[in-house]
């Protein structure tokens, strides 16, 4: 199956655009009233157009290969946050996606955003088995509505050029 | 099928409920007591307390990891670490009742508390 292939290498493009997407955001610098270690999330676009288009694998594929290059970049703490943060993420949008009519752009992304956050918080908690580490939630709360609600504008402005790829080489998800 | 909106108002009541939230958990935090006493624990163990109010001058304390932790002005905050992206040592230095600073790499969290210190005031291992 030639679409099948497609789909594949489409994937991975995607996959390394959110790779360069993560790379360019650290090196953002920190500013003081940003929650320590908030970042925009562009990288979600990648999960958020497979999530919409592509369909479950590609997305999840994403996550995993997010995860392995914040790893291999960062360390194993923030593969394992990256990669349950993804993971929720991911399975929230294409929930979203597919259930839901209500919601707009800017709300898939900035729920999504949300359970980012907070997959990652869980998982910090266990991980230093304290949960006073919830006391970061408002601020990254706050900081995860405006992230989300950037991707998902930029995810609908882009989705009908990468839409074209798709349909150029009859992908489906 | 209806093509999916930029933003809907369903969005808009989303966002509304969680910066509500978030800026009401902020806000009365922001009202918070100085904190009396900073718990360390790694590994989910209370490894250390400060005092924080008698914690003027500056004082270090190295715990087991390697993590360098400094009480100075009623504040506390992570000197050093060998995590690799830093994020405790860029949360600064925190004092409120509630405030935490974290290291996830190395398993160590500070929180500070309103109440005194138990009668534990180090733990050596």
């Given at each position: 199956?030639?679409?099948?292939?497609?789909?594949?290498?489409?994937?991975?493009?995607?996959?390394?655009?959110?790779?360069?997407?993560?790379?360019?955001?650290?090196?953002?610098?920190?500013?003081?009233?940003?929650?320590?270690?908030?970042?925009?999330?562009?990288?979600?676009?990648?999960?958020?157009?497979?999530?919409?288009?592509?369909?479950?694998?590609?997305?999840?594929?994403?996550?995993?290969?997010?995860?392995?290059?914040?790893?291999?970049?960062?360390?194993?703490?923030?593969?394992?946050?990256?990669?349950?943060?993804?993971?929720?993420?991911?399975?929230?949008?294409?929930?979203?996606?597919?259930?839901?009519?209500?919601?707009?752009?800017?709300?898939?992304?900035?729920?999504?955003?949300?359970?980012?956050?907070?997959?990652?918080l869980c998982?910090?908690a266990a991980?230093v088995g304290n949960l006073s580490v919830l006391a970061?939630?408002?601020?990254?709360?706050?900081?995860?509505?405006?992230?989300?609600?950037?991707?998902?504008?930029?995810?609908?402005?882009?989705?009908?050029?990468?839409?074209?790829?798709?349909?150029?080489?009859?992908?489906?998800? | 099928?209806?093509?999916?909106?930029?933003?809907?108002?369903?969005?808009?009541?989303?966002?509304?409920?969680?910066?509500?939230?978030?800026?009401?958990?902020?806000?009365?935090?922001?009202?918070?007591?100085?904190?009396?006493?900073?718990?360390?624990?790694?590994?989910g163990?209370?490894?250390?307390?400060?005092?924080?109010?008698?914690?003027?001058?500056?004082?270090?304390?190295?715990?087991?990891?390697?993590?360098?932790?400094?009480?100075?002005?009623?504040?506390?905050?992570?000197?050093?670490?060998?995590?690799?992206?830093?994020?405790?040592?860029?949360?600064?230095?925190?004092?409120?009742?509630?405030?935490t600073?974290?290291?996830?790499?190395?398993?160590?969290v500070?929180y500070?508390?309103?109440?005194?210190?138990?009668?534990?005031?180090?733990?050596?291992?």
């Amino acid at each position: 199956m030639k679409a099948k292939t497609y789909r594949i290498a489409l994937t991975g493009l995607l996959g390394a655009c959110a790779v360069a997407l993560s790379y360019l955001e650290s090196l953002l610098p920190t500013a003081a009233f940003l929650p320590p270690g908030a970042k925009p999330g562009l990288s979600n676009l990648a999960n958020m157009f497979a999530a919409e288009v592509l369909g479950p694998l590609p997305a999840f594929g994403i996550a995993f290969l997010k995860a392995g290059f914040a790893a291999l970049t960062r360390g194993g703490t923030a593969g394992i946050m990256s990669l349950c943060g993804g993971i929720f993420s991911t399975a929230v949008m294409l929930l979203l996606f597919r259930k839901d009519r209500k919601l707009g752009y800017v709300g898939i992304g900035v729920i999504s955003a949300v359970c980012h956050n907070l997959g990652q918080l869980c998982v910090a908690a266990a991980m230093v088995g304290n949960l006073s580490v919830l006391a970061y939630l408002p601020a990254l709360l706050l900081f995860g509505v405006v992230a989300g609600a950037l991707t998902g504008l930029i995810c609908r402005a882009v989705s009908p050029m990468l839409r074209k790829v798709t349909a150029r080489f009859q992908i489906k998800s | 099928m209806k093509e999916r909106k930029w933003i809907s108002k369903t969005d808009g009541i989303v966002l509304c409920a969680l910066v509500l939230c978030a800026a009401g958990c902020l806000l009365w935090r922001a009202f918070a007591q100085p904190g009396a006493v900073a718990t360390v624990t790694v590994d989910g163990e209370t490894v250390l307390q400060i005092d924080l109010q008698t914690a003027a001058d500056a004082q270090s304390y190295t715990l087991e990891n390697g993590v360098r932790l400094v009480a100075e002005d009623h504040a506390v905050r992570f000197a050093e670490s060998d995590c690799p992206d830093g994020i405790c040592m860029e949360t600064g230095a925190i004092s409120k009742a509630g405030e935490t600073a974290a290291c996830v790499p190395n398993r160590t969290v500070v929180y500070i508390t309103g109440g005194t210190a138990n009668d534990v005031d180090m733990i050596v291992y």
